[in-house]
């Protein structure tokens, strides 16, 4: 599902970013934004409906690498909030992901109620565990490039080892930050999780 990024797809990127900078597109923005929030929910609905234990949203035109945090303030933010409700209502663990370097929007995120946030690796985990409620689950975010594809299984285990000694191991499923390459040497998926174990058993 995607929120932004659907709202892209039915404008054209490039037009629907200069709506929004445009005041007389603005109700536009808004009257579209919630149309593909209904579009979301209902397609949550039919995952659920269809056996899906949870679902998720990856909105990756509506980072800060894209739009401004002030931007995703006005025009994101309260839909994504609105949506998480109505399908968290239904009884469906929501997850929110959106890509590229959200510290700027972390504590925005986490005020979305989404049970999980799937976090890209620009994020510091640090100031996502501070920012965001303790209930709020993230999940991520080792570097899908390097070390996942191009790094040794030893860069592996100490990217995990900064992952977990940064969010304390509270509330968080490990995983790549964003899409993992299908070109991940399994040496290094299995690194992932043989440090994931030996870090997980200690005080951080």
Request: with cysteine.
């Amino acid at each position: 599902m995607k929120l932004i990024s659907l709202a892209c797809l039915l404008r054209g990127p490039q037009r629907f970013m200069m709506d929004l900078f445009d005041e007389d597109s603005e109700e536009g923005v808004h009257r579209l934004i919630e149309y593909c929030r209904r579009a979301c929910a209902a397609f949550a609905t039919a995952q659920k409906e269809a056996g899906a234990h949870a679902t998720s949203i990856g909105d990756a035109f509506a980072g800060p690498n894209l739009i401004s945090p002030e931007l995703f303030r006005k025009f994101a933010l309260e839909p994504e909030i609105k949506l998480t409700q109505e399908v968290q209502a239904a009884g469906i663990p929501f997850s929110i992901h959106i890509c590229g370097n959200t510290n700027s929007i972390i504590a925005d995120m986490g005020r979305t109620g989404a049970r999980i946030l799937e976090v890209d690796w620009q994020l510091d985990m640090a100031t996502a565990r501070a920012a965001v409620p303790a209930g709020t689950v993230l999940m991520g975010n080792i570097n899908p490039s390097d070390p996942l594809v191009l790094g040794t299984a030893e860069a592996v285990d100490a990217a995990v080892r900064r992952v977990i000694e940064a969010t304390g191991g509270r509330g968080l499923i490990l995983s790549s930050g964003c899409a993992m390459g299908r070109n991940t040497p399994p040496k290094n998926m299995k690194a992932l999780i043989a440090a994931a174990r030996k870090y997980g058993q200690i005080e951080c």
